[in-house]
């Protein structure tokens, strides 16, 4: 029989996810909230003694989507006010054509029009921010203007309020129209102009160097956060402790309920890089470990609190009304983060071979800044935001080895979010159809896409411009 830590250590992981659910509310998980083990813990870096930096850290992971996958990785560029944009918009779209109103293509073409703004304003912010932090870094940092007078300078602040304008015109005459229809219409229209509010985004620091510089160079996000004071967490106890080995309580179907969406990598124990003596010795971390206990001081989940631009009474209540597949591994908002999980004084023993002790042991204390993992936690090996590279205590025992964070800072290690596809009245494939293609077919449509792509037949008069 395997050992736990091998065949890419997914029975580790679904006994890590049981310990940690257990510890938040139970074994029992709740039909349709999902919890996520992040796949690298990381620094929960909102203590600061600046509130506004911690502000934009914690709207950071409150509204970064997570990818579908068994294990939580950000969802690089997808977020959580465009992917509820985008929910609006379809649903919009389907609550129009359902409606039944006299004009459907008047109110058609004022939708059309309101998404045409948004769509405008939006990619003009987008433009406008890159364009900004080009000019601060071509000034080494120090900028000899304002944001505010740069944009005045350079026409930005002129666009940005013609578009503004230009979004409320268009949102109005919208709701004009749906608020004589009332019903779904209307709704759905009150929630496209809560997320339309600009007094829902506000100006936040992204980093050290931006609290240097004054608010009006900030960029605006909308307002996320956590409900609950890290610092009381910081100072309060409550303990938990997982252990990982053969006996462990597994979470059920951890890995299959994803439809193929899972990719994890080991589990257990490995250095830095692919060379063949890490190789070898991950092949005897896997054998030779026989338990990781893991002891948390603290471990607390902070729900997360959205300001009036979301509305999730919207989302449940036309969750049905929505095409099939819009909830799945290739839809929109397929998952909405809830709550952030942290970690206080982390400690890991490790059951281990002396001789996988020992080259872990002196591969950290003579090897530099090279680094190695256990599960999501990276020891070493840099990275701002890694989750024991600050202050941490390894020491060799008895039965193999131990670290320990000193650091008293706290550690993202989950993240829960609602996944609306086990939420539905009729329950639909997840699995994106793309994947679902069998090697034959799936090679005849690479073809017809190759195809495609060097047809003759790309001339204007081909598409029927003459």
Same mark, same amino acid.
């Given at each position: 029989m395997a050992n736990v830590f091998q065949n890419d250590g997914k029975d580790a992981w679904a006994a890590l996810h049981n310990g940690i659910t257990t510890g938040l509310r139970g074994a029992h998980e709740t039909n349709g909230v999902i919890l996520q083990p992040l796949q690298v813990a990381e620094r929960a870096d909102w203590d600061s003694a600046n509130r506004l930096l911690n502000m934009y850290r914690e709207q950071r992971i409150a509204n970064q989507a997570p990818t579908w996958n068994a294990v939580?990785?950000?969802? =690089?560029? /997808?977020? *959580?006010?465009?992917?509820?944009?985008?929910?609006?918009?379809q649903l919009n779209a389907k609550v129009i054509t359902d409606a039944g109103v006299s004009d459907p293509m008047k109110l058609e073409r004022l939708d059309t029009e309101r998404k045409a703004a948004q769509d405008k304003l939006q990619k003009n912010e987008y433009f406008v921010n890159q364009q900004w932090d080009r000019y601060v870094a071509n000034n080494r940092g120090k900028p000899p203007l304002s944001r505010s007078q740069w944009e005045v300078d350079f026409g930005y602040s002129?666009?940005?309020?013609?578009?503004?304008?230009?979004?409320?015109?268009? *949102? =109005?005459?919208?709701?004009?129209?749906v608020n004589t229809a009332g019903g779904d219409l209307l709704e759905v229209g009150r929630a496209l102009g809560a997320l339309s509010d600009p007094r829902q985004r506000i100006p936040l620091p992204q980093d050290d160097d931006d609290v240097l510089l004054p608010s009006d160079s900030w960029q605006y996000w909308y307002r996320a956060g956590l409900s609950d004071d890290i610092q009381l967490f910081l100072t309060t106890a409550n303990r938990?402790?997982?252990? /990982?080995?053969? #006996? =462990?309580v597994k979470t059920t179907r951890f890995e299959d309920r994803w439809s193929g969406g899972f990719n994890v990598s080991y589990f257990g124990v490995f250095g830095a890089g692919g060379n063949a003596s890490n190789e070898t010795i991950k092949t005897h971390a896997e054998t030779d470990t026989s338990s990781i206990a893991i002891h948390f001081e603290n471990i607390q989940s902070f729900p997360i609190d959205r300001?009036?631009?979301?509305?999730?009474? /919207? *989302?449940?209540?036309?969750?049905?009304?929505?095409?099939?597949?819009f909830w799945g591994q290739a839809g929109r908002l397929n998952l909405i983060p809830t709550s952030v999980t942290l970690v206080r004084g982390v400690k890991i023993s490790v059951n281990t071979s002396s001789m996988v002790a020992d080259y872990f042991f002196n591969k950290r204390t003579t090897g530099g800044s090279a680094g190695f993992s256990l599960g999501p936690w990276r020891v070493g090996g840099g990275g701002s935001?890694? #989750?024991?590279?600050?202050?941490?205590?390894?020491?060799?025992?008895?039965?193999?080895?131990e670290i320990e964070d000193i650091s008293g800072r706290a550690q993202v290690i989950a993240v829960t979010s /609602?996944?609306?596809?086990?939420?539905?009245?009729?329950? *639909?494939?997840?699995?994106?159809?793309?994947?679902?293609l069998l090697d034959a077919d799936a090679s005849e449509a690479a073809t017809l896409l190759e195809e495609s792509r060097r047809s003759t037949l790309n001339r204007p008069a081909d598409f029927g411009i003459r």
């Open positions: 939580y990785v950000p969802n =690089a560029g /997808i977020n *959580v006010p465009d992917e509820y944009q985008a929910f609006l918009d002129a666009t940005r309020l013609s578009y503004q304008q230009e979004v409320n015109a268009a *949102v =109005a005459a919208y709701m004009r129209e938990w402790d997982i252990k /990982i080995d053969e #006996t =462990a300001g009036q631009w979301f509305k999730a009474g /919207i *989302v449940s209540r036309f969750r049905d009304r929505m095409p099939p597949g935001r890694t #989750t024991i590279e600050e202050n941490y205590d390894m020491r060799r025992t008895a039965t193999g080895f /609602i996944r609306n596809a086990d939420l539905l009245a009729v329950q *639909v494939e997840n699995r994106a159809l793309y994947r679902s």
